[in-house]
C-alpha cells in the first residue's frame, strides 16, 4: 500500500481539511494507495501577494519535512501556488506534485494554447509568477476570473447557483481567447469542476486530482525528481524551520 501525504496550504480545523479530502472521491485511483491530508501549521490567509507567497514556502515546506521519515511514500501539494515544491524536493528524495506545473502541462498534452480559469483577480498574480517560472508564459492565452473574493476553507459551498454560472461565463471567453484547455486556478475550486467539464467544449483540468493520479503513475513506474535539478542542501537547516513554524502556530495558527 503506497501512502501519500497531501499538504493543505490554509491553517484549518479537520472540518475544512474534509472539504480538501474530497477531491480524491473526482478521480478512479488504483486499491493500492491512500491518501493523508494535513493542514500546514500556520500561514498566509489568501495567497495574494509575494509577502503570502514568502510564508507559504516556508510552512508547506516545514508541513513535509518529515513525510519521508514517517514512512509517506509521495507528497502531493493542494495548491496551483506549488508552494513549497522546489524545497521539498530538495528535502526528500520520495515524489513531490504539485498541481500548477502539472495542470500547464496537462494541458499542452491535450492542447497547443491554454487559459488559467480561477476565481479572484489577486490571485492572477499565482499563475504570471508560475507560467514565468516555468518557461511556459507563451503558452497561455488568458487569464480569467469572476473576481469573487475566495473562502480557503468553506470553498463553494453554498454558493453554486452564483458562482458557477460566473465561471462557465468565462470559460467561454478564454476558449474565445484561443485556449484549446483551460485549468482551474485553485484546488478550492474542484466542487465546480463537473459543470465546467460538461458545459465547455475543450478539456478542463481539475488541479488536485490531476495531482492524485499522477502521484500514483509516478509511484507506479518507480520514479522521482532527479537529484542532479534539485540537490540536498550542503548544511541542513531542519531544525530552524520546525522552530520557526512552531513558533509561528503561536502566533497565527488555527
Known amino acids: ?74 507528497i502531493c501539494i493542494d495548491t496551483m501556488s506549488d508552494s513549497g515544491m522546489n524545497a521539498l524536493r530538495s528535502a526528500v528524495d520520495i515524489p513531490v506534485i504539485s498541481p500548477g506545473k502539472a495542470s500547464y502541462l496537462m494541458c499542452l498534452l491535450l492542447g497547443r494554447r491554454f487559459s488559467v ?31 469573487l473574493q475566495p473562502d480557503p476553507t468553506n470553498l463553494l459551498g453554498g454558493k453554486e447557483d452564483v458562482v458557477f454560472p460566473l465561471l462557465l461565463e468565462c470559460g467561454l471567453q478564454c476558449v474565445e481567447d484561443g485556449a484549446q484547455a483551460i485549468c482551474l486556478g485553485s484546488t478550492t475550486m474542484h466542487e465546480a469542476h463537473s459543470f465546467l467539464a460538461e458545459n465547455l467544449p475543450v478539456p478542463v ?20 525528481h532527479s537529484r542532479l535539478a534539485y540537490a540536498h542542501p550542503t548544511v541542513w537547516k531542519k531544525e530552524l524551520t520546525h522552530a520557526m513554524m512552531d513558533g509561528g502556530a503561536k502566533v497565527d495558527g488555527f
Open 1 to 74: 500500500m503506497s501512502k501519500v501525504l497531501v499538504l493543505v496550504p490554509v491553517a484549518m480545523d479537520e472540518d475544512g481539511i474534509e472539504k480538501r479530502r474530497a477531491q480524491v472521491k473526482a478521480v478512479r485511483l488504483g486499491p493500492d494507495i491512500e491518501f493523508d491530508f494535513r493542514a500546514v501549521k500556520a500561514g498566509p490567509a489568501f495567497y495574494d501577494s509575494y509577502h503570502d507567497f514568502a510564508l507559504a514556502d516556508v510552512c508547506m515546506f516545514e508541513a513535509g519535512l518529515t513525510a519521508q521519515d514517517e514512512g509517506y511514500d509521495a
Open 117 to 147: 480559469l480561477t476565481q479572484w483577480d489577486p490571485w492572477k498574480l499565482i499563475y504570471e509568477k508560475t507560467l514565468q517560472e516555468y518557461g511556459l508564459a507563451d503558452k497561455c492565452v488568458s487569464i480569467r476570473s469572476p473576481n
Open 205 to 224: 483540468m481539475n488541479p488536485g486530482p490531476l495531482t492524485y493520479k499522477l502521484v500514483e503513475t509516478v509511484l507506479d513506474l518507480g520514479l522521482t
